[in-house]
Each structure stands twice: as structure tokens, then as C-alpha cells.
């Protein structure tokens, strides 16, 4: 008897997990082995001549780690090194950015936690989710697999920057980012604008292989490499097996939702922009493009559309101003627009860090989850990341959390103890009538 769609797509979840435990297994097997032999040729006194008086060792591990939590991350390689392929990018979108010291130890990749579903059920806050098996899904935010991070790709594996959040990624149902540049090996740069990316299709599978599922395209670099370049990417990603939605060759697909079941339940996926660089950029009728949003008419149109046809409908909305970390008018405005149309969450991406969360109607907003994998080496609120797990049932009642991370020479890696509290605490503070646990949970107050 055929698979469904929906067991075929657990199973193939189910694999990918399986692969990566048993390369986890290994690392750690390898890595204990060595970490036995420099522990007894330490022991017998070899160790004392590598160390010195200083202990170099213990003390640069330590610190490596003290600079993580505090957001600020010096490392290897020449950030501003861009993708062999592009023809356009002029350095890094923002302000959060280090040129680091090109002679930098590599840091030390480090184990991440073990990733925990979030329960079908909660109970205390109103947000409580209950009503039958519910879907599990995570997000992150922009994501540019190439460009600055291109280098140590190259030399690490085209999986390098997802390695230490793996488990994060691959154990839900659904997780979906925001793909922020064209896959294209043509193209023609755009012009007038600051930052024109542009990315190999060689580090698709790897995308995929990390848990991927959905990928938004609405962004304002999806036109970096014009018509040609963005349907390159569509073209791309059927190719690599990745879901998609957000631009097209005319407004009708760029405004088409994505689809996936999981759960038995069906789940739509609808990517909108705020943010384009020229009004020439936007889908219409006979012309390729971005769907955009500044008029909303046609986003909840979309948004109506996909209601009527799925379970569940998730908004991924780029919009906001760059290095800001509360929502401007419009965000908010919008998001509202988006839930009343029948949105059940709203995930937001553009800023470059972190933007607080609020719940409307009951219905939860995340304005921003920042970048994801986008510089080797950002500093400050720029390094903060994360990844937001959300459990929802066919009511479109959802239960989130949120994973602290920073990024550590292009790792997302996750936080604990001390600088994970810090982080929960300050997004609580710039969040709306909504407050983080301890454990990364949402709380509507």
C-alpha cells in the first residue's frame, strides 16, 4: 500500500534524524578518543610544555565561551569574503558586524542539547493546546547560506553552519526559514541597491539533509539576480525537493500558498514582503516578482484563500527596519490585518535581531527572529538568535517556545544557564502582554 504524503514526509524526517544521530555517535566517539589521549599525555607531562605557565588551553576555550554569551564573537576568515560566484555583494547588510583577525583560531564546535518537543498540551496561561494531535513546527529567521559564510562552507562542508543546532531542526514536523538570496549560477546583478547576494545551488541538499521543509522567497533579495535569478531559484529548490512560496512568474504564484500535511493535519504556508527594493520588483500580472504587501488587499486575499483550503495558515512576514528591536507601526498594524483574515501565526524576518512577541485574538506574532545564518562573526544583538518551536492543533490554538542561540563563527549555537536566562529575559522586555519562562515557553500576561 502507497505512503501518504504526510507518512512519507515522517519517514523521510525519520531518516534524516537517524543519519544524524548515528554522525553525532560517531563525532562524540572520535572526540572522546582524542580528548583520552591529550588527557594522558598531559597527565605524563607532555602537556605542560604545549600549555606554559598560562594554561593557552583551558584558557582560550573559555574564553571563546565568555565572548558567545556576551553576543561578541571574533574568529577565522575574512567576513567580507564573498561567494566566488556573486557579482555584486558589497558587504554586510546592517551594523552588527566585526572584521575579525584572519589568523584566529577556529572556534571548537560544541554538542547541542537535545531538542524537546513541545507537548500537545499546556495548561495555566490560556494557551493551552488540547484539541487532538497537533502539528510541530519550528522557524528561524533569515537565512543566507553563502556570501559570508561561503569560506567556511567550503572548507567545513556545505552543513557547517546548521551542525550544532541539528537537533532542533530535524525533529518536528515542519521547520521552515527564510531563504534570503537568489540560487542561481546566471542571473543579472540588480542595481541602485547596497547588498546584491546571490548563491550556489550546491548547498541546497544540505538545507534540506538539516530538516528544512519551507522556505520563504519573499524577501527584498529574492530580485539580487532579476527575473532570471529567481526563477532559477524555484527551479532549484523543486529540484532539491524544498517547499517554497512567496515570489513566482506572476502574482497569482508568487501569492499561491505553500502547502504541507503533517499530523493529518494540513498546513499553509503564505510569504509576504513589506520590504522591495523598486515597485518594478513586485509580482503582477504578467510580470515575475516578490508578493508584497504594502497594500495588504491582496496578502489577505492569499490569506483567505489558504484558510479555505488548509488547517492551519502560518503568515512569514518581512518587514521592519534594520537593527531595530521593537516593531514599527506597520508590523504591528499588518500583523493584525494578516489574524483577522485567518492567520493562526505570524513569523517575522527583515530586522537582522531579535523583535519581541505578542498574541492577538489569541493568536501569537513574532515580529522578528533575527538572522539565523547570515554572517561568520556578528556582534552584540546581531549574534542573538534562536530557533521557535510551535505546536498547534486543528483549532489553531498554538503553544510556543523559544530556543535561545547565539552565533558562534557562523553556528547558531544554543544557550544555557546564565546567558540563556539573559536572552529569554530581554526578549520578555521588548515583547507585548507576553513574557518567556525559564524554559523558553510563551506566556500571554
Known sequence: MPLSRSESRRKMKDTRRKRQRRSLIATLIVGGGLIGGMGGWMLFGGGNEFLGDKGLLPGWIADTNKDGAEGVVDGAGNEGAPNSDNSGAKGEEGKNVDQPDATAPLQAETDAPAATALPASGEGDGNAV?????????FVGDMLPGEYLYPLMKQ???DYPYRNALLYLSEPDITAGNLELPITLGGTPIEGTPYVYKGHPEVLPSIKDAG???LSLANNHAMDQ???GMLDTIRYLKEADLGFMGTGSNDKEAFEP???????????FVGLSRVIPYTELK???HTPGIAETYDTTRAVAAIKNAEENADLVVVMAHWGDDNVDKPVDYQKSNARTYIDAGA???????PHVLQGFEMYKGKW???????????????????ETGILDASCNKKGECELKFNPMIVIQGQPTPLEGDAASTLLDRLTSISFGARLEQDGRLVAQ
Open 258 to 268: 505553500h502547502y504541507v500535511e503533517a499530523k493529518g493535519l494540513r498546513v499553509a
Open 212 to 214: 528544512f521543509d519551507v
Open 283 to 285: 509580482a503582477d500580472r
Open 130 to 138: 488540547s484539541d487532538g494531535e497537533a502539528v510541530t513546527m519550528s
Open 365 to 383: 506574532i513574532a515580529y522578528s527572529l533575527g538572522n539565523f545564518i547570515f554572517s561568520a562573526y556578528p556582534k552584540g544583538t546581531g549574534a
Open 344 to 350: 493562526d501565526l505570524v513569523i517575522g524576518a527583515h
Open 156 to 158: 567545513h562542508g556545505f
Open 226 to 228: 532579476g527575473a532570471e
